[in-house]
Nanobody, 123 residues
């Protein structure tokens, strides 16, 4: 599976942004997809994951109520709607895919990664 994340940009605090993760190469619908982010000088952290059907999601506490993940398997795409953005959301955002619905926040359990897309939130 090849993944490509896009949609990042420079926004102001309080604004919204939607990231997309487009997959190609293999059937996408069987995979759990997660979003991670890495801020400068910090470790990569888990943001959110969605299961193969879209029926289950898991959010990091820091984004609960502000971010929403969804997927369209017909389009091989997962979306991350980010609302009420804060300067601390500034990071490079990565999408990743794996099979199964365990250890969602562990980056090393994901088999496929896209390149990152940069999100900068100014205060």
């Amino acid at each position: 599976v090849q993944l490509q994340a896009f949609g990042g940009g420079l926004v102001q605090a309080g604004d919204s942004l939607r990231l997309s993760c487009a997959a190609s190469g293999r059937t996408f619908s069987g995979y759990t997809v997660g979003w991670f982010r890495q801020a400068p000088g910090k470790e990569r952290e888990f943001v959110v994951a969605i299961n193969w059907s879209g029926g289950s999601t898991r959010y990091a506490d820091s984004v609960k109520g502000r971010f929403a993940i969804s997927r369209d398997n017909a389009r091989n795409t997962v979306y991350l709607q980010m609302n009420s953005l804060k300067p601390e959301d500034t990071a490079v955002y990565f999408c990743a895919a794996k099979t199964g619905w365990v250890r969602l926040s562990s980056a090393d359990t994901y088999d496929y990664w896209g390149q990152g897309t940069e999100v900068t939130v100014s205060s």
